[in-house]
């Protein structure tokens, strides 16, 4: 069973359109996040969630939007999509919030804006 | 600010050689954590080895080990007996905030584990 999943893996649009990433985690932890990884594998974080709450939210665009339904959950939504948005996006899940946690990684979705 | 910084964008070395990728970060707090992770060509990030900064003892996991040298905030990663399954980028990482777990990374290494 993959602890950390997100969908889809690959996903190609085109610019303008409006997208959805979905995650989730069985590993009964309380702690979600979003990183951004660009072309030259520099990776950042966007958001994070505890148990549903936000907790990080780091200065990207508003067109971005995570929703957390529950603690095992969290998607994120990217509107009217530019081409500067495309990279590897991954979802990640740590037991608690400590910065000592270590963090669990989903294999990533590829978006490619065209 | 806080940074991290590996100045070594790429690495090669034979099979069974030993090989160190560093790391260096800024930081003004005096207990952290540092973190080594390794994403392969499957894409998945996964963590090599974590380093609690109050801890002398350096943290070793199996053929992985990290010299960390406080003082002069350095967190170089140690990997013997090289194998291909090791062929990778590697991130050093450190958390920007204490209490949450906001992790700024290093630019990577990419390294290739020759036959």
């Known amino acids: 069973d993959t602890a950390v999943s997100q969908t889809p893996k690959y996903l190609v649009t085109q610019m303008g359109n409006d997208k959805s990433i979905k995650c989730e985690q069985n590993?009964?932890?309380?702690?979600m996040y979003w990183y951004k990884q660009d072309s030259k594998k520099f990776l950042k974080i966007m958001f994070s969630?505890?148990?549903?709450?936000?907790?990080i939210n780091e200065t990207v665009p508003n067109r971005f939007s995570p929703k957390s339904p529950d603690k095992a959950h969290l998607n994120l939504h990217i509107n009217s999509l530019e081409l500067g948005d495309s990279a590897v996006y991954f979802c990640?899940?740590?037991?608690?919030?400590?910065?000592?946690?270590?963090?669990?990684f989903g294999s990533g979705t590829q978006l490619s804006v065209l | 600010a806080q940074t991290v910084t590996q100045s070594q964008p790429e690495m090669s070395v034979q099979e069974a050689e030993t090989v160190t990728l560093s790391c260096t970060y800024d930081?003004?707090?005096?207990?952290?954590?540092l973190f080594w992770y390794k994403q392969p060509p499957s894409r998945q990030m996964i963590l090599v080895i974590r380093?609690?900064?109050?801890?002398?003892q350096n943290a070793t996991e199996n053929r992985f080990s990290v010299n960390f040298q406080k003082a002069a905030k350095s967190f170089s990663l140690k990997i013997s007996d090289s194998q291909l399954g090791d062929t990778a980028m590697y991130f050093c990482?450190?958390?920007?905030?204490?209490?949450?777990?906001?992790?700024?990374f290093g630019q990577g290494t990419r390294l290739t584990i020759n036959p």
């Open positions: 590993l009964g932890h309380d702690t």
């Open positions: 930081t003004s707090e005096n207990n952290y954590y």
């Open positions: 380093q609690e900064a109050y801890k002398q």
């Open positions: 990640a899940s740590s037991l608690h919030r400590e910065s000592g946690e270590k963090l669990f």
């Open positions: 990482a450190f958390p920007l905030i204490q209490g949450a777990q906001k992790l700024v």
């Open positions: 969630y505890n148990n549903k709450e936000l907790i």
